[in-house]
Nanobody, 122 residues
Framework: VQLQASGGGLVQVGGSLRLSCAAS????????MGWFRQAPGKEREFVVA????????YYVDSVKGRFTISRDNAKNTVYLQMNNLTPEDTAVYYC????????????????WGQGTQVTVSS
């Protein structure tokens, strides 16, 4: 599976962005999809995951109520809607794929997108 993340950019505090992650291949629906982020000087951290058919999601506390993950298996794409952004959300965001639910350790994920930069200015 090849993953291509897009949608990052520069926004002001309180703004919104929608990230997309397009997957190649015919087995997209076989994978749990996760979003991670990595800020400068920090380790890559788990943000959210969505299960194979989209009926289960898991968010870290810092993004609950602000971020929404969704997927469209017909389009082989997972989305991350980010609202009410804060400077603490500034990071490179990565999508990743894994066959198991619910894994938060990045080293366990099988496939990664290239990352998309999100910068929130105050």
């Amino acid at each position: 599976v090849q993953l291509q993340a897009s949608g990052g950019g520069l926004v002001q505090v309180g703004g919104s962005l929608r990230l997309s992650c397009a997957a190649s291949g015919r087995t997209f629906s076989s994978y749990v999809m996760g979003w991670f982020r990595q800020a400068p000087g920090k380790e890559r951290e788990f943000v959210v995951a969505i299960n194979w058919n989209g009926d289960s999601t898991y968010y870290v506390d810092s993004v609950k109520g602000r971020f929404t993950i969704s997927r469209d298996n017909a389009k082989n794409t997972v989305y991350l809607q980010m609202n009410n952004l804060t400077p603490e959300d500034t990071a490179v965001y990565y999508c990743a794929a894994i066959t198991q639910w619910l894994i938060r350790a990045p080293e366990r994920y099988d496939y990664w997108g290239q990352g998309t930069q999100v910068t929130v200015s105050s």
